[in-house]
């Protein structure tokens, strides 16, 4: 599993017993809209949750999250309003929207997770 799709399905694994732990119900995941890609979603007691995973072996050049930039978090923004009018998001209401990211290092047997909670807030056009 040291390919590139291959790390990233298994942190987006961790990320998802990682939630779940914290009491995440899991909607969806790797949800396409159009040419974007939510890698989870989630819904809790507080709202519904557009997680960005990104995932690294260590030693990680620089931390995952660093990566979700300014186009990053548009293009995520664009991808969650699809998804809220698509089926599996209309059922989905009265609900806040939080963006996530977690961040996944994986060095060995060991996997090192940081959990961002709305680590952005989306700026509507």
């Known amino acids: 599993m040291n390919s590139k799709a291959g790390t990233g399905r298994k942190g987006e694994d961790e990320a998802c017993l990682y939630l779940m732990r914290l009491g995440h119900t899991i909607v969806a995941r790797n949800w396409r809209g159009g040419h974007g890609e939510i890698d989870i979603v989630s819904l809790d007691g507080e709202g519904l949750h557009?997680?960005?995973?990104?995932?690294?072996?260590?030693?990680?050049?620089?931390?995952?999250?660093?990566?979700?930039d300014a186009a990053k978090r548009r293009h995520l923004i664009s991808t969650a309003?699809?998804?809220?009018?698509?089926?599996?998001g209309r059922h989905v209401e009265d609900c806040e929207v939080f963006f996530d990211i977690i961040s996944v290092?994986?060095?060995?047997?060991?996997?090192?997770?940081?959990?961002?909670?709305q680590a952005f807030i989306p700026i509507y056009d």
């Open 50 to 68: 557009f997680v960005e995973v990104k995932t690294r072996r260590a030693p990680a050049a620089a931390e995952p999250e660093a990566n979700v």
């Open 81 to 88: 309003r699809k998804f809220l009018k698509s089926p599996e």
């Open 105 to 117: 290092i994986l060095e060995d047997e060991t996997t090192y997770i940081q959990y961002y909670p």
